[in-house]
Protein backbone atom coordinates (compact mmCIF):
# COMPACT_ATOMS: atom_id res chain seq x y z
CA UNK A 1 0.00 0.00 0.00
CA UNK A 2 2.67 2.07 0.91
CA UNK A 3 5.12 1.13 -1.78
CA UNK A 4 1.93 2.07 -4.14
CA UNK A 5 1.48 5.41 -2.38
CA UNK A 6 4.98 6.59 -3.33
CA UNK A 7 5.08 6.27 -6.78
CA UNK A 8 1.79 7.95 -7.06
CA UNK A 9 3.01 10.53 -5.07
CA UNK A 10 5.84 10.78 -7.27
CA UNK A 11 3.97 11.05 -10.37
CA UNK A 12 1.35 13.97 -8.28
CA UNK A 13 4.63 15.98 -7.72
CA UNK A 14 5.55 16.13 -10.97
CA UNK A 15 2.08 16.47 -12.64
CA UNK A 16 2.39 19.43 -9.97
CA UNK A 17 5.72 20.70 -11.44
CA UNK A 18 4.39 20.37 -15.09
CA UNK A 19 1.40 22.19 -14.10
CA UNK A 20 3.16 25.12 -11.89
CA UNK A 21 5.78 25.62 -14.88
CA UNK A 22 2.70 25.82 -17.34
CA UNK A 23 0.60 27.91 -15.07
CA UNK A 24 4.41 29.94 -14.71
CA UNK A 25 4.65 29.81 -18.33
CA UNK A 26 1.42 31.13 -19.46
CA UNK A 27 1.87 34.10 -16.68
CA UNK A 28 5.12 34.94 -18.67
CA UNK A 29 3.24 34.70 -22.04
CA UNK A 30 0.53 37.59 -20.75
CA UNK A 31 3.20 39.53 -19.79
CA UNK A 32 5.08 38.77 -22.86
CA UNK A 33 2.30 40.40 -24.85
CA UNK A 34 1.47 42.94 -22.59
CA UNK A 35 5.28 44.02 -23.42
CA UNK A 36 5.46 43.23 -26.91
CA UNK A 37 2.17 45.47 -26.61
CA UNK A 38 3.89 48.43 -24.89
CA UNK A 39 6.77 48.22 -26.84
CA UNK A 40 4.47 48.19 -29.97
CA UNK A 41 3.15 51.42 -28.49
CA UNK A 42 6.69 53.26 -27.65
CA UNK A 43 7.69 52.31 -31.19
CA UNK A 44 4.89 54.06 -32.54
CA UNK A 45 5.56 56.63 -30.00
CA UNK A 46 9.20 57.39 -31.51
CA UNK A 47 8.10 57.02 -34.62
CA UNK A 48 5.40 59.80 -34.37
CA UNK A 49 7.96 62.02 -32.91
CA UNK A 50 10.93 60.78 -35.32
CA UNK A 51 8.26 62.29 -37.88
CA UNK A 52 7.41 65.03 -36.12
CA UNK A 53 11.56 66.28 -35.57
CA UNK A 54 11.63 64.96 -38.91
CA UNK A 55 9.76 67.69 -40.46
CA UNK A 56 10.87 70.35 -38.07
CA UNK A 57 14.49 69.43 -39.33
CA UNK A 58 13.61 69.81 -43.05
CA UNK A 59 11.73 73.11 -42.60
CA UNK A 60 14.79 74.47 -40.58
CA UNK A 61 16.71 73.13 -43.53
CA UNK A 62 14.48 74.58 -46.11
CA UNK A 63 14.80 77.66 -44.27
CA UNK A 64 18.47 77.87 -44.32
CA UNK A 65 18.73 77.13 -48.01
CA UNK A 66 16.73 79.93 -48.84
CA UNK A 67 19.18 82.15 -46.73
CA UNK A 68 21.89 81.13 -48.36
CA UNK A 69 20.56 81.51 -51.82
CA UNK A 70 19.42 85.10 -50.45
CA UNK A 71 22.76 85.85 -49.46
CA UNK A 72 24.45 83.89 -52.85
CA UNK A 73 22.16 86.01 -55.06
CA UNK A 74 23.27 89.64 -53.24
CA UNK A 75 26.92 88.61 -53.66
CA UNK A 76 26.69 86.94 -57.36
CA UNK A 77 24.51 90.67 -58.18
CA UNK A 78 27.11 92.93 -56.11
CA UNK A 79 29.99 91.19 -57.95
CA UNK A 80 28.30 91.40 -61.37
CA UNK A 81 27.74 95.38 -60.63
CA UNK A 82 31.65 94.95 -59.74
CA UNK A 83 32.29 93.28 -63.31
CA UNK A 84 29.96 95.84 -64.92
CA UNK A 85 31.57 98.98 -63.20
CA UNK A 86 35.17 97.38 -64.40
CA UNK A 87 34.01 96.76 -67.98
CA UNK A 88 32.39 100.50 -67.77
CA UNK A 89 35.70 102.39 -66.79
CA UNK A 90 37.60 99.89 -69.15
CA UNK A 91 35.26 100.64 -72.31
CA UNK A 92 35.93 104.86 -71.32
CA UNK A 93 39.63 104.51 -70.81
CA UNK A 94 39.85 102.41 -74.26
CA UNK A 95 37.76 105.41 -76.00
CA UNK A 96 39.85 107.95 -74.27
CA UNK A 97 43.15 106.02 -75.12
CA UNK A 98 41.92 105.58 -78.91
CA UNK A 99 40.97 109.62 -79.18
CA UNK A 100 44.39 110.41 -77.68
CA UNK A 101 45.85 107.69 -80.13
CA UNK A 102 43.68 109.70 -83.12
CA UNK A 103 45.33 112.92 -81.33
CA UNK A 104 48.72 111.45 -81.98
CA UNK A 105 47.95 110.41 -85.53
CA UNK A 106 46.97 113.63 -86.48
CA UNK A 107 50.27 115.32 -84.36
CA UNK A 108 52.19 112.83 -86.21
CA UNK A 109 50.70 113.59 -89.50
CA UNK A 110 51.21 117.45 -89.43
CA UNK A 111 54.68 116.80 -88.09
CA UNK A 112 55.60 114.85 -90.92
CA UNK A 113 54.02 117.20 -93.55
CA UNK A 114 55.68 120.57 -91.70
CA UNK A 115 59.21 118.09 -91.84
CA UNK A 116 58.17 117.34 -95.67
CA UNK A 117 57.44 121.35 -95.73
CA UNK A 118 60.67 122.57 -94.45
CA UNK A 119 62.42 119.68 -96.34
CA UNK A 120 61.30 121.37 -99.64
CA UNK A 121 61.90 124.82 -97.90
CA UNK A 122 65.47 123.96 -96.87
CA UNK A 123 66.49 123.07 -100.36
CA UNK A 124 64.99 125.91 -101.99
CA UNK A 125 67.23 127.67 -98.92
CA UNK A 126 70.34 126.53 -100.42
CA UNK A 127 69.50 126.68 -103.96
CA UNK A 128 68.64 130.70 -102.97
CA UNK A 129 71.46 131.19 -101.04
CA UNK A 130 74.17 129.42 -103.63
CA UNK A 131 72.54 131.79 -106.24
CA UNK A 132 73.38 135.11 -104.47
CA UNK A 133 76.75 133.92 -103.10
CA UNK A 134 77.64 133.99 -106.78
CA UNK A 135 75.40 137.42 -107.10
CA UNK A 136 77.73 138.28 -104.03
CA UNK A 137 81.28 137.39 -105.53
CA UNK A 138 80.34 139.54 -108.69
CA UNK A 139 79.04 142.09 -106.96
CA UNK A 140 81.97 142.58 -104.91
CA UNK A 141 84.27 142.14 -107.92
CA UNK A 142 82.64 144.80 -109.51
CA UNK A 143 82.83 147.26 -107.04
CA UNK A 144 86.53 146.67 -106.52
CA UNK A 145 87.35 147.09 -109.73
CA UNK A 146 84.80 150.67 -109.94
CA UNK A 147 86.22 151.85 -106.55
CA UNK A 148 89.78 150.27 -106.84
CA UNK A 149 89.74 148.95 -103.67
CA UNK A 150 89.93 145.46 -101.80
CA UNK A 151 87.06 144.19 -99.92
CA UNK A 152 89.71 144.71 -96.73
CA UNK A 153 90.72 147.81 -97.17
CA UNK A 154 86.40 149.27 -98.25
CA UNK A 155 85.85 147.21 -94.78
CA UNK A 156 88.67 149.01 -92.89
CA UNK A 157 87.10 152.45 -94.19
CA UNK A 158 83.90 151.53 -93.41
CA UNK A 159 84.67 150.47 -89.86
CA UNK A 160 86.22 154.25 -89.70
CA UNK A 161 83.41 155.83 -90.76
CA UNK A 162 81.22 154.18 -88.26
CA UNK A 163 83.31 154.59 -85.75
CA UNK A 164 83.42 158.80 -86.06
CA UNK A 165 79.56 157.82 -86.21
CA UNK A 166 78.94 156.10 -83.21
CA UNK A 167 81.07 158.56 -81.16
CA UNK A 168 79.24 161.23 -82.39
CA UNK A 169 75.92 159.69 -81.41
CA UNK A 170 77.28 158.87 -78.41
CA UNK A 171 78.32 162.51 -77.18
CA UNK A 172 74.98 163.59 -78.18
CA UNK A 173 72.95 160.99 -76.25
CA UNK A 174 75.44 161.81 -72.93
CA UNK A 175 74.90 165.53 -73.69
CA UNK A 176 71.14 165.23 -73.56
CA UNK A 177 71.34 162.80 -70.51
CA UNK A 178 73.04 165.05 -68.77
CA UNK A 179 70.62 168.27 -69.76
CA UNK A 180 67.90 165.85 -68.24
CA UNK A 181 69.73 164.73 -65.26
CA UNK A 182 70.21 168.98 -64.59
CA UNK A 183 66.81 169.43 -65.36
CA UNK A 184 65.33 166.93 -63.25
CA UNK A 185 67.65 166.49 -60.57
CA UNK A 186 66.14 169.44 -58.78
CA UNK A 187 62.98 167.72 -58.72
CA UNK A 188 64.54 164.67 -57.42
CA UNK A 189 65.59 166.51 -54.26
CA UNK A 190 62.65 167.77 -53.49
CA UNK A 191 60.67 164.75 -53.63
CA UNK A 192 63.20 163.34 -51.38
CA UNK A 193 62.85 166.18 -48.86
CA UNK A 194 58.91 166.39 -49.09
CA UNK A 195 59.24 162.36 -48.58
CA UNK A 196 61.26 162.38 -45.75
CA UNK A 197 59.60 165.11 -43.78
CA UNK A 198 56.28 163.06 -44.15
CA UNK A 199 57.73 160.44 -42.96
CA UNK A 200 59.97 162.11 -39.90
CA UNK A 201 58.69 165.58 -39.52
CA UNK A 202 55.18 166.58 -37.97
CA UNK A 203 53.80 163.16 -36.84
CA UNK A 204 57.59 161.94 -35.74
CA UNK A 205 57.79 165.02 -33.09
CA UNK A 206 54.19 164.37 -31.55
CA UNK A 207 54.39 160.65 -31.47
CA UNK A 208 57.88 159.82 -30.13
CA UNK A 209 57.83 163.87 -27.77
CA UNK A 210 54.59 163.55 -26.60
CA UNK A 211 52.15 161.23 -24.19
CA UNK A 212 48.77 161.60 -23.06
CA UNK A 213 47.74 160.90 -19.62
CA UNK A 214 44.13 159.61 -19.15
CA UNK A 215 41.65 160.93 -15.95
CA UNK A 216 38.77 159.73 -15.08
CA UNK A 217 36.52 163.70 -14.77
CA UNK A 218 38.41 166.87 -15.74
CA UNK A 219 37.90 167.89 -11.74
CA UNK A 220 40.87 165.78 -11.22
CA UNK A 221 43.14 168.86 -13.44
CA UNK A 222 42.32 171.37 -11.07
CA UNK A 223 44.10 168.88 -8.21
CA UNK A 224 46.86 168.60 -10.50
CA UNK A 225 47.37 172.22 -11.24
CA UNK A 226 46.84 173.16 -7.45
CA UNK A 227 46.14 175.94 -5.65
CA UNK A 228 48.23 179.42 -8.11
CA UNK A 229 49.67 176.34 -9.86
CA UNK A 230 52.38 174.69 -6.97
CA UNK A 231 51.45 171.51 -7.59
CA UNK A 232 52.36 171.56 -11.67
CA UNK A 233 55.48 173.69 -11.11
CA UNK A 234 56.41 170.92 -8.60
CA UNK A 235 55.74 168.17 -10.91
CA UNK A 236 57.51 169.47 -13.76
CA UNK A 237 60.18 170.96 -11.70
CA UNK A 238 60.82 167.41 -10.37
CA UNK A 239 60.46 165.33 -13.59
CA UNK A 240 61.90 167.99 -16.37
CA UNK A 241 58.77 167.45 -18.24
CA UNK A 242 56.28 169.89 -19.34
CA UNK A 243 52.45 169.15 -18.75
CA UNK A 244 50.06 170.49 -20.69
CA UNK A 245 46.31 171.29 -19.27
CA UNK A 246 43.81 172.42 -21.88
CA UNK A 247 40.23 171.86 -22.89
CA UNK A 248 41.54 168.12 -24.09
CA UNK A 249 38.37 166.40 -22.19
CA UNK A 250 39.79 163.89 -19.61
CA UNK A 251 43.04 164.17 -21.28
CA UNK A 252 46.50 165.57 -19.79
CA UNK A 253 49.29 166.06 -22.10
CA UNK A 254 52.73 165.17 -21.38
CA UNK A 255 55.44 167.41 -23.05
CA UNK A 256 59.67 166.02 -23.54
CA UNK A 257 61.96 164.67 -25.62
CA UNK A 258 63.47 162.20 -23.31
CA UNK A 259 60.90 158.77 -23.03
CA UNK A 260 62.23 158.00 -20.32
CA UNK A 261 61.29 161.19 -17.85
CA UNK A 262 57.98 161.18 -20.04
CA UNK A 263 57.16 157.50 -18.34
CA UNK A 264 58.30 158.55 -14.82
CA UNK A 265 55.82 161.58 -14.86
CA UNK A 266 53.08 159.27 -16.72
CA UNK A 267 53.55 156.92 -13.67
CA UNK A 268 53.87 159.53 -11.28
CA UNK A 269 50.77 161.51 -12.06
CA UNK A 270 49.18 157.80 -11.98
CA UNK A 271 50.13 157.15 -8.21
CA UNK A 272 49.50 160.82 -7.05
CA UNK A 273 45.92 160.51 -8.73
CA UNK A 274 45.10 157.39 -7.55
CA UNK A 275 45.83 157.63 -3.99
CA UNK A 276 44.37 161.62 -4.15
CA UNK A 277 47.19 163.19 -1.81
CA UNK A 278 48.61 165.65 -4.49
CA UNK A 279 51.06 168.00 -2.52
CA UNK A 280 54.90 169.11 -3.63
CA UNK A 281 55.98 166.98 -0.98
CA UNK A 282 54.20 164.10 -1.80
CA UNK A 283 54.66 164.74 -5.81
CA UNK A 284 58.96 164.71 -4.75
CA UNK A 285 58.57 161.45 -3.07
CA UNK A 286 56.49 159.93 -5.81
CA UNK A 287 58.65 160.84 -8.25
CA UNK A 288 61.76 159.58 -5.98
CA UNK A 289 59.92 156.33 -6.09
CA UNK A 290 59.05 156.32 -9.70
CA UNK A 291 62.77 156.77 -11.12
CA UNK A 292 63.79 154.02 -8.76
CA UNK A 293 61.17 151.82 -10.04
CA UNK A 294 62.11 152.97 -13.49
CA UNK A 295 65.56 152.56 -13.59
CA UNK A 296 65.61 148.86 -12.02
CA UNK A 297 62.80 148.23 -15.05
CA UNK A 298 65.51 149.47 -17.53
CA UNK A 299 68.39 147.09 -15.82
CA UNK A 300 65.98 143.92 -16.07
CA UNK A 301 65.06 144.68 -19.30
CA UNK A 302 68.82 145.08 -20.27
CA UNK A 303 69.56 141.97 -18.42
CA UNK A 304 66.46 139.86 -20.77
CA UNK A 305 67.36 141.14 -23.47
CA UNK A 306 71.08 140.33 -23.31
CA UNK A 307 70.06 136.39 -21.88
CA UNK A 308 67.48 136.21 -24.82
CA UNK A 309 70.41 136.86 -27.46
CA UNK A 310 73.13 134.79 -25.38
CA UNK A 311 75.15 137.80 -24.47
CA UNK A 312 77.45 137.02 -21.92
CA UNK A 313 79.79 139.00 -19.98
CA UNK A 314 78.58 142.43 -20.98
CA UNK A 315 79.06 145.42 -18.95
CA UNK A 316 76.44 146.59 -16.58
CA UNK A 317 76.30 150.00 -17.55
CA UNK A 318 75.97 149.02 -20.79
CA UNK A 319 73.18 146.55 -19.86
CA UNK A 320 71.38 149.65 -18.97
CA UNK A 321 72.18 151.22 -22.06
CA UNK A 322 70.35 148.47 -23.65
CA UNK A 323 67.26 148.79 -21.32
CA UNK A 324 67.02 152.22 -21.95
CA UNK A 325 66.07 151.40 -25.51
CA UNK A 326 63.04 150.26 -25.11
CA UNK A 327 62.05 153.61 -24.25
CA UNK A 328 63.55 155.60 -27.42
CA UNK A 329 62.20 154.88 -31.22
CA UNK A 330 63.79 155.92 -34.38
CA UNK A 331 61.75 156.70 -37.25
CA UNK A 332 58.44 155.39 -35.58
CA UNK A 333 60.77 152.19 -34.85
CA UNK A 334 60.99 151.06 -31.00
CA UNK A 335 64.76 151.15 -30.66
CA UNK A 336 65.08 148.23 -28.79
CA UNK A 337 63.71 146.04 -31.14
CA UNK A 338 65.21 147.16 -33.89
CA UNK A 339 68.40 145.87 -32.32
CA UNK A 340 66.87 142.90 -31.29
CA UNK A 341 66.30 142.74 -34.98
CA UNK A 342 70.17 143.66 -36.10
CA UNK A 343 71.39 141.30 -33.46
CA UNK A 344 70.10 138.51 -34.61
CA UNK A 345 70.30 139.14 -38.26
CA UNK A 346 74.17 139.50 -37.86
CA UNK A 347 74.19 136.31 -36.22
CA UNK A 348 72.84 134.26 -39.08
CA UNK A 349 75.21 136.52 -41.61
CA UNK A 350 77.95 135.98 -39.60
CA UNK A 351 77.39 131.81 -38.91
CA UNK A 352 76.95 131.91 -42.86
CA UNK A 353 80.17 133.71 -43.41
CA UNK A 354 82.20 131.44 -41.24
CA UNK A 355 82.80 134.22 -39.01
CA UNK A 356 81.92 134.41 -34.94
CA UNK A 357 78.17 134.44 -34.28
CA UNK A 358 78.18 135.95 -30.73
CA UNK A 359 80.54 138.48 -31.34
CA UNK A 360 78.29 139.54 -34.31
CA UNK A 361 75.20 139.51 -31.94
CA UNK A 362 76.95 141.59 -29.40
CA UNK A 363 77.78 144.07 -31.94
CA UNK A 364 74.34 143.98 -33.76
CA UNK A 365 73.09 144.76 -30.69
CA UNK A 366 75.10 147.63 -29.16
CA UNK A 367 75.67 149.46 -32.48
CA UNK A 368 72.90 152.12 -31.51
CA UNK A 369 73.70 152.72 -28.05
CA UNK A 370 74.79 155.83 -28.69
CA UNK A 371 71.12 157.27 -29.14
CA UNK A 372 70.31 157.01 -25.69
CA UNK A 373 73.12 159.26 -23.63
CA UNK A 374 71.82 160.76 -19.76
CA UNK A 375 72.89 164.43 -21.68
CA UNK A 376 72.56 166.00 -24.50
CA UNK A 377 75.98 165.87 -26.60
CA UNK A 378 76.73 166.93 -30.29
CA UNK A 379 78.68 163.90 -30.79
CA UNK A 380 77.45 161.41 -33.68
CA UNK A 381 75.53 158.15 -32.09
CA UNK A 382 77.67 156.05 -33.82
CA UNK A 383 81.10 157.42 -32.47
CA UNK A 384 79.33 157.76 -29.15
CA UNK A 385 78.21 154.37 -28.88
CA UNK A 386 82.01 153.08 -29.99
CA UNK A 387 83.28 155.50 -27.30
CA UNK A 388 81.46 153.68 -24.16
CA UNK A 389 82.16 150.77 -25.82
CA UNK A 390 85.94 151.08 -26.01
CA UNK A 391 85.38 152.50 -22.16
CA UNK A 392 83.67 149.73 -20.93
CA UNK A 393 86.20 146.71 -22.33
CA UNK A 394 84.55 145.71 -25.41
CA UNK A 395 86.71 143.93 -27.99
CA UNK A 396 87.86 146.37 -30.97
CA UNK A 397 85.99 144.31 -33.52
CA UNK A 398 82.67 144.98 -31.66
CA UNK A 399 83.70 148.94 -31.21
CA UNK A 400 84.88 149.76 -34.91
CA UNK A 401 81.20 147.82 -35.74
CA UNK A 402 79.60 150.26 -33.47
CA UNK A 403 81.23 153.39 -34.94
CA UNK A 404 81.59 152.46 -38.71
CA UNK A 405 78.03 151.69 -39.08
CA UNK A 406 77.11 154.92 -40.93
CA UNK A 407 80.47 155.35 -42.28
CA UNK A 408 81.94 158.14 -39.24
CA UNK A 409 84.99 156.07 -39.32
CA UNK A 410 87.16 153.47 -41.48
CA UNK A 411 86.09 149.81 -41.26
CA UNK A 412 88.31 147.73 -40.07
CA UNK A 413 86.91 144.44 -39.56
CA UNK A 414 84.48 141.96 -41.26
CA UNK A 415 82.14 142.73 -38.51
CA UNK A 416 81.55 146.13 -39.45
CA UNK A 417 79.77 145.65 -42.70
CA UNK A 418 77.82 143.10 -41.20
CA UNK A 419 76.36 145.18 -38.87
CA UNK A 420 76.12 148.02 -41.77
CA UNK A 421 74.10 145.69 -44.00
CA UNK A 422 72.04 144.23 -41.27
CA UNK A 423 70.64 147.83 -39.70
CA UNK A 424 69.77 149.16 -43.03
CA UNK A 425 68.00 145.35 -43.55
CA UNK A 426 66.25 146.43 -40.25
CA UNK A 427 64.83 149.59 -41.33
CA UNK A 428 64.12 148.74 -44.85
CA UNK A 429 61.74 145.69 -44.40
CA UNK A 430 58.20 146.27 -44.64
CA UNK A 431 56.20 147.76 -41.56
CA UNK A 432 59.51 148.63 -39.87
CA UNK A 433 59.47 152.31 -40.24
CA UNK A 434 56.19 154.53 -40.30
CA UNK A 435 55.10 155.88 -43.31
CA UNK A 436 51.10 157.61 -43.87
CA UNK A 437 49.16 154.73 -43.91
CA UNK A 438 46.19 156.12 -46.32
CA UNK A 439 48.95 156.43 -49.22
CA UNK A 440 50.29 153.31 -48.34
CA UNK A 441 46.87 151.96 -48.81
CA UNK A 442 46.23 154.00 -51.77
CA UNK A 443 49.68 152.41 -53.37
CA UNK A 444 48.51 149.07 -52.62
CA UNK A 445 44.88 149.41 -54.70
CA UNK A 446 46.72 151.31 -57.39
CA UNK A 447 48.99 148.38 -58.03
CA UNK A 448 45.74 146.02 -58.02
CA UNK A 449 43.83 148.58 -60.48
CA UNK A 450 46.49 148.47 -62.78
CA UNK A 451 46.59 144.39 -63.51
CA UNK A 452 42.31 144.51 -63.53
CA UNK A 453 43.02 147.32 -66.43
CA UNK A 454 44.48 143.54 -68.95
CA UNK A 455 41.84 141.96 -70.39
CA UNK A 456 42.21 137.65 -68.96
CA UNK A 457 42.72 138.97 -65.38
CA UNK A 458 40.69 137.43 -62.91
CA UNK A 459 42.43 138.32 -59.45
CA UNK A 460 45.25 140.39 -58.41
CA UNK A 461 46.62 140.68 -55.02
CA UNK A 462 48.97 143.24 -54.15
CA UNK A 463 51.38 141.36 -50.92
CA UNK A 464 54.75 141.89 -49.05
CA UNK A 465 53.32 145.86 -48.10
CA UNK A 466 53.17 145.84 -51.90
CA UNK A 467 56.70 144.32 -53.03
CA UNK A 468 54.81 141.75 -55.19
CA UNK A 469 51.68 142.01 -57.51
CA UNK A 470 50.30 138.32 -57.75
CA UNK A 471 48.54 138.20 -60.75
CA UNK A 472 46.04 134.89 -61.62
CA UNK A 473 44.61 134.70 -64.80
CA UNK A 474 41.94 132.93 -66.50
CA UNK A 475 43.87 129.90 -68.26
CA UNK A 476 41.49 130.25 -71.70
CA UNK A 477 42.12 133.49 -72.61
CA UNK A 478 45.49 133.47 -71.63
CA UNK A 479 48.50 131.15 -73.22
CA UNK A 480 51.46 130.72 -71.35
CA UNK A 481 53.09 132.77 -74.36
CA UNK A 482 50.65 135.75 -73.25
CA UNK A 483 51.16 135.12 -69.69
CA UNK A 484 54.85 136.10 -69.97
CA UNK A 485 54.33 138.93 -71.81
CA UNK A 486 51.51 140.48 -69.86
CA UNK A 487 53.59 140.12 -67.31
CA UNK A 488 56.19 142.54 -68.71
CA UNK A 489 53.56 144.59 -69.66
CA UNK A 490 51.92 145.14 -65.82
CA UNK A 491 55.47 145.91 -64.88
CA UNK A 492 56.11 148.67 -67.92
CA UNK A 493 52.54 150.54 -66.77
CA UNK A 494 53.65 150.45 -63.03
CA UNK A 495 57.06 151.65 -64.07
CA UNK A 496 55.37 154.69 -65.89
CA UNK A 497 52.01 155.40 -64.00
CA UNK A 498 53.16 155.31 -60.28
CA UNK A 499 55.99 156.01 -57.70
CA UNK A 500 57.07 153.90 -55.09
CA UNK A 501 60.07 153.14 -53.34
CA UNK A 502 61.96 149.86 -54.51
CA UNK A 503 61.16 147.55 -56.87
CA UNK A 504 57.71 145.53 -57.01
CA UNK A 505 57.77 141.96 -58.37
CA UNK A 506 54.93 141.05 -61.03
CA UNK A 507 54.15 137.50 -60.95
CA UNK A 508 51.18 135.89 -63.35
CA UNK A 509 49.60 132.50 -62.54
CA UNK A 510 48.07 130.55 -65.05
CA UNK A 511 46.41 127.46 -63.83
CA UNK A 512 44.58 124.59 -65.60
CA UNK A 513 42.71 121.72 -63.79
CA UNK A 514 41.68 118.73 -64.85
CA UNK A 515 38.97 116.97 -62.43
CA UNK A 516 37.43 113.17 -62.29
CA UNK A 517 35.45 111.23 -60.11
CA UNK A 518 36.49 107.36 -59.28
CA UNK A 519 33.73 105.52 -57.79
Request: glycine share 6%.
Amino acid sequence: MNLLFIPALLVGLIIGYFITKFLENKKDDKKLSEASQKAKRIVKEAHKEAEGIKKDKILQAKEKFIELKAEHEKVISSREKKISDAEKRTRDKESQISSELNKSKQINQNLEKKLSENESLKDTLTTKTEKLAIILNKKEKELETISNLTAEEAKIQLLESLKEKAKTDAMSHIQETIEEAKLTAQQEAKKIIINTIQRIGTEEAVENCVSVFNIENDDVKGRIIGREGRNIRAIEAATGVEIIVDDTPEAIILSCFDSVRREVARLSLHKLVTDGRIHPARIEEVVRKTQKKIEEEIVEVGKRTVIDLGIHGLHPELIRQVGRMKYRSSYGQNLLQHSREVAKLCGVMASELGLNPKLAKRAGLLHDIGKVPDTETEVPHAILGMQWAEKHGEKAEVCNAIGAHHDEIEMTSLLSPIVQVCDAISGARPGARRQVLDSYIQRLKDLEAIAFGFQGVKKAYAIQAGRELRVIVESERVSDEKAAALSFEISQKIQTDMTYPGQVKITVIRETRAINIAK
